[in-house]
């Protein structure tokens, strides 16, 4: 909708446009500012900006105080490893959803969804006693399965959406050709299905570090990610600023800086693939 | 041109997601059903037996139980006004030629990244605290007493959080619906006289539809079981203000450790998801096939 405009008026909307955005992100600002604070700095009235005493020391003590590499390496492993196996699970099912539609198709795909509607805090108890009873509590591969299977629903409709873009009469070609459905999927398909499958990956890499239910609740030390680092900073409040936001800026550190490089594949998997 | 063959290959390609998917959703649904009639107290284990529908009638009876049922559906309701509505006005504005676009999108998507433990904890301490958040020292500077957000408006003040988690995903997917639209169509109506309000409600309004219905879709599936958020602010509190369903839940659960009736108040909560979904698909699912 890129429309011809004088340039006072894209002046002017620059203006406003950057202010909301501003407004938008302060929040974050904020607090990567303040854990560069010493703690008096972080709580002085009236606020300080420019003036405040200037600080390593936060981000020293929360190295220190706990095992960040640990959080971080457990939160990489469930993230990663839950976005991979759910696309091995979840590329089949699109494929076929995409290219060999049935008369259930639509239904089946809201089914999928409506799985995710089932509240967590409802079915927790259940889920808790069945890792226990499978000895998958409190280790890495339990929260791999756990969230793969919260994001296995949105990991198969955004492949679905993004195959059914693909030209169905460029596989009927490659099958005239002989190709079988194997060579077929690897050579035809995955070669075209790479930049939705790139957002699809990201997005629910992000979905999975972010989580914070399950990755609480069916932790305690051993496979515990960053979401359960920063729950065991939440002081008593109203205390310790500058350290929980070092501590909450280790934790979305990652994530963010990933997705800002990412951030054009990153809004194409936010759309999910359902707009245009 | 799908023979006999791919057909079954087709089934067999979908049938792992089915199978796990299904799985992930009856064992725990069935187990919860069966909790949600029997006394089951972590605290006394012996008195174990079936209990009819006590559980059920507790949470029935329960006195802060519809103000829970109305705060989830005032949490869902509120967000998605907010975000919907915001998201538009942004998505409108920097559609607009600006200056700096790629830095602008990553400053809009930043809260996205924030992960929901660290998004409370900031607006709680950081911002809302009535001693030393900014909110706080503004109202000081300004000469007035601070705002007990979460203390004298605990919903709102929750809603306004949640919101601010979820504002990126609605603009994001409405700006990227606005830049779908021909400019040719805006032009031709703009020549014919129509306002900026006109063009609006006539051509850009309806070309979003099914954004927005995506937006709806989405945001509500993950609002309706928001929990952690009121875990970190406000507990549910001031007494029981903020409280809602998947709070109520929780307390039973783990402070009063009685799964019996944690597991009913999932499956009343099941049942809310389920009549939410049947309205939502009713309402705007058509909007999704075009």
Known sequence: MARA????????????AWSVALIIFFPVLWMILTSFKTEASAVASPPEFLGASWTLENYAEV?????????????????????????????????????????????????MLSTKMMPA?????????????????????????ALMLMN????????????KEIPGEILEAARMDGAGLWNEVVYVLA????????????????????????????????????SAFIASFSAPQGLFYAKLSAASTMAIAPILILGWFSQKQLVRGLTFGAVK | MSTQSTRFAARLMVAPSVFVLFIWMIVPLAMTLYFSFRFYRLLSPERAGWTGLTNYTWFFKAPDFWLAMGNTLLLVGGVLVITVVLGTLIALLIDQPVYGQGPLRILVIAPFFVMPPVAASIWENLFMHPQNGLFAAVARGLGGQPILFLESYPMASVIGIVSWEWLPFATLILLTALQSLSSEQLEAAEMDGA????????????????????????????????????????????????????????????????????????????????????????????????
Do not use: C
Request: a positive charge; hydrophobic letters at 55%; charged letters at 10%.
């Open chain 1, 5 to 16: 405009t004088t340039p006072r008026r894209k002046a002017l909307t620059t203006l406003a």
């Open chain 1, 63 to 111: 190295w220190s105080r706990s095992d960040y590499p640990r959080f971080f390496w457990n939160s990489v492993v469930i993230s990663v490893g839950s976005t991979l196996l759910g696309l091995v699970i979840a590329i089949p099912a699109a494929w076929s959803m995409a290219f060999v539609p049935g008369k259930k198709t639509k239904d089946l795909l809201m089914w």
């Open chain 1, 121 to 145: 805090v409802a079915v927790m108890i259940p889920i808790y006693l069945l890792f226990q009873w499978l000895g998958i509590y409190d280790s890495k591969i339990g929260l791999v399965i």
């Open chain 1, 152 to 163: 296995l629903p949105i990991i198969v409709w955004m492949l679905y959406t993004y195959f």
């Open chain 1, 191 to 226: 070669p075209m299905a790479v930049p939705g499958i790139a957002s699809t990956v990201l997005l629910n890499v992000i979905l999975a570090w972010n989580e914070a239910f399950w990755t609480i609740t069916l932790t305690t030390t051993k496979a515990a990610p960053l």
């Open chain 2, 195 to 290: 306002s900026g309000l006109n063009r609006f409600r006539y051509i850009i309004l309806p070309h979003m539809t099914r954004a927005i219905t995506v937006v709806v879709l989405i945001q509500t599936i993950f609002l309706l079981g928001i929990f952690g958020e009121i875990f970190t602010t406000t507990q549910g509190g001031p007494g029981s203000a903020s409280n809602t369903l998947p709070y109520m839940i929780f307390k039973q659960a783990i402070v009063a450790k009685d799964i019996g009736r944690a597991a009913a108040g999932g499956i009343i909560a099941v049942i809310l998801a389920n009549i939410v979904a049947y309205f939502l698909m009713r309402g705007i699912g058509k909007n999704l096939d075009a």
